[in-house]
């Protein structure tokens, strides 16, 4: 196993600038000065990264304060003189401005065997930094790129974790515990993924935790595990092909639950409809009627306090699902029914190099017009993937259906640390903290999901008590 | 075809039993009745043109289908 890093060899370095200068002009300089670091370092186990001439750095690692503050003085000054002066036409050029630094240590871009890795951290004169991957944030660029058919790889849950930076939650030590997230779906695994509770219609066969390990409803399972893998999950079933009469007795048992004993906290919803009605026609079908009795029982959940993470849909406009109708395809008219009401959280779908996934259904919002709220990360091995609990039946878990339960994850997780927050504020935070924010679009809502971001904000900002 | 059937309260299983009976309906199989904000809904199975054929019945409040929908 090897790590992508950097290493840091502490050492002076004469002329800096014109150093580093003379590995960007020359290969054969390049080559001396990576053979240099390396004897160093000792190469057992270690790949320079070609592309990267070695850094040099002007400060310490390791604060000196005075030293440093000269520098940083001293860099302020050059760089304002430079900036006022014509440009030079050559990097070899010494002047003034760079000759009277000396440089601390110079860094380099390596591979390393995680043995290695342990064994340079303990040396005095190394410093071994992580080199992660950087991801371009600009809205612009981000909308222009989309993943369709064939879709990217999928992506393994250490990746993902590390890509909703759910580390500092983790390290503080929420993980979900004492959360209950609720899965109206088609059954959940309870052998694969433990179901503490549930209902089911009375005779149903569909019992909690009975469904098999492929089911849709474990992919969401396994999904919501994917920030909080302590949280408990209920099982709501639907029996067949799910209606919205069968909804509406699963969110009426939802609120008895909850009226009973304070949960669940969340419901995880991955389902609607492919097609929009005609209005003249279906004037009280759930994607014209706000007064559906499905709509105003989602609407008291909520008000009891349970937050409802619905899916935006699978029927974006570049590459839709298979079973979309056109009536229901792209902008405008994708996102609708109870996936589009003002309380509910809506989520898309973007990979894990944050592009938005085709198929990942378009706002405005039938209902509520800024829909969706937020996006959030699919494509997963979570359930399905290579050595994943449900096989390769699905090359990975998929669907705005698998980015709704990962966004549910990360709220039990906000939930597991700040217990009070409702699910107005959840949404709140959700949307505040989201990566490339500043503004809603019609594919990403708010930006994309950053579990990071929104638990520091909570640690600094809590939300004021409830009274 | 499933609707959705917004009562303005429980009529009483021999008034609701008649009135869907006379509409060609029938209660869904193991459907609870909602409550909903002092009315109540029930799940049934009847005609395409179901809701003109309950339409005047004092106790009717509504009627909206109980669509299918698609796991996403």
């Given at each position: 196993m090897a790590s992508q890093v950097l290493i840091e060899v502490i050492r002076d370095v004469v002329n800096p600038f014109e150093v580093h200068a003379s590995a960007l002009e020359s290969t054969g300089e390049f080559n001396r000065q990576a053979d240099e670091v390396l004897s160093t370092i000792g190469p057992s186990g270690v790949t320079l990264d070609p592309t990267i001439a070695p850094v040099p750095m002007l400060l310490h690692a390791a604060p000196v304060p005075t030293l440093d503050r000269n520098t940083l003085q001293q860099l302020n000054t050059r760089g304002l003189e430079s900036a006022r002066r014509p440009q030079s036409g050559s990097r070899l050029e010494s002047t003034a401005a760079t000759r009277s630094f000396g440089g601390r240590s110079t860094v380099v871009a390596a591979t390393v065997d995680e043995g290695r890795i342990a064994e340079l951290r303990q040396r005095p004169d190394i410093l071994v930094w992580p080199n992660s991957e950087l991801v371009l944030l600009d809205d612009t660029a981000t909308a222009a790129r989309v993943d369709c058919r064939p879709?990217?790889?999928?992506?393994?849950?250490?990746?993902?974790?590390?890509?909703?930076?759910?580390?500092?939650?983790?390290?503080?030590?929420?993980?979900?515990?004492?959360?209950?997230?609720?899965?109206?779906?088609?059954?959940v695994n309870g052998a694969t993924y433990p179901v503490s509770g549930g209902f089911s219609r009375p005779a149903s066969p569909a019992q909690p935790g009975s469904a098999a390990v492929t089911s849709h409803g474990s992919m969401c399972a396994a999904d919501v595990k994917v920030a909080a893998p302590d949280a408990r999950l209920y099982d709501?079933?639907?029996?067949?092909?799910?209606?919205?009469?069968?909804?509406?007795?699963?969110?009426?048992?939802?609120?008895?639950?909850?009226?009973?004993?304070?949960?669940?906290?969340?419901?995880?919803?991955?389902?609607?409809?492919?097609?929009?009605?005609?209005?003249?026609?279906?004037?009280?079908?759930?994607?014209?009627?706000?007064?559906?009795?499905?709509?105003?029982?989602?609407?008291?959940?909520?008000?009891?306090?349970?937050?409802?993470?619905?899916?935006?849909?699978?029927?974006?406009?570049?590459?839709?699902?298979?079973?979309?109708?056109?009536?229901?395809?792209?902008?405008?008219?994708?996102?609708?029914?109870?996936?589009?009401?003002?309380?509910?959280?809506?989520?898309?779908?973007?990979?894990?190099?944050?592009?938005?996934?085709?198929?990942?259904?378009?706002?405005?919002?039938?209902?509520?017009?800024?829909?969706?709220?937020?996006?959030?990360?699919?494509?997963?091995?979570?359930?399905?993937?290579?050595?994943?609990?449900?096989?390769?039946?699905?090359?990975?878990?998929?669907?705005?259906?698998?980015?709704?339960?990962?966004?549910?994850?990360?709220?039990?997780?906000?939930?597991?640390?700040?217990?009070?927050?409702?699910p107005a504020q959840l949404k709140d935070v959700l949307i505040r903290t989201a990566i490339g924010g500043g503004g809603w679009n019609a594919d990403f809502g708010h930006g994309i999901i950053d579990a990071g971001a929104a638990y520091n904000f909570l640690k600094t900002s809590p939300p004021p008590p409830i009274v | 075809?499933?609707?959705?059937?917004?009562?303005?309260?429980?009529?009483?299983?021999?008034?609701?039993?008649?009135?869907?009976?006379?509409?060609?309906?029938?209660?869904?199989?193991?459907?609870?009745?909602?409550?909903?904000?002092?009315?109540?809904?029930?799940?049934?199975?009847?005609p395409a043109d179901f809701p003109s054929r309950v339409k005047e019945a004092p106790e009717v409040k509504a009627v909206h289908p109980s669509s299918d929908m698609t796991l996403y």
């Open positions: 879709f990217r790889a999928g992506v393994d849950l250490d990746t993902i974790r590390a890509t909703l930076a759910v580390d500092r939650a983790w390290t503080d030590g929420f993980k979900g515990k004492d959360i209950v997230v609720g899965i109206i779906d088609e059954g709501y079933p639907f029996l067949g092909i799910p209606n919205s009469g069968g909804a509406l007795q699963m969110f009426q048992a939802v609120l008895d639950q909850r009226l009973r004993d304070g949960t669940p906290h969340i419901t995880n919803n991955s389902y609607g409809f492919t097609g929009v009605p005609d209005t003249a026609t279906f004037p009280n079908h759930e994607i014209h009627d706000i007064n559906h009795p499905l709509h105003r029982k989602v609407r008291e959940v909520i008000a009891a306090g349970v937050a409802c993470l619905f899916a935006a849909g699978n029927c974006g406009g570049d590459c839709p699902s298979g079973n979309c109708q056109s009536s229901g395809i792209g902008a405008g008219q994708s996102i609708h029914a109870s996936n589009s009401l003002a309380e509910v959280i809506t989520v898309a779908a973007v990979n894990n190099s944050r592009e938005r996934i085709g198929y990942s259904s378009q706002g405005p919002g039938m209902f509520e017009r800024q829909k969706p709220d937020i996006a959030s990360y699919s494509h997963i091995f979570g359930n399905f993937g290579p050595g994943r609990p449900g096989g390769t039946a699905q090359p990975f878990d998929n669907g705005t259906s698998a980015a709704t339960p990962v966004a549910a994850g990360v709220a039990a997780m906000l939930l597991s640390a700040f217990p009070g927050l409702t | 075809m499933k609707w959705l059937l917004t009562l303005k309260s429980h009529p009483g299983t021999a008034r609701l039993d008649e009135m869907l009976r006379s509409a060609g309906s029938r209660l869904e199989e193991n459907a609870a009745i909602i409550p909903m904000e002092g009315d109540v809904v029930v799940e049934v199975e009847g």
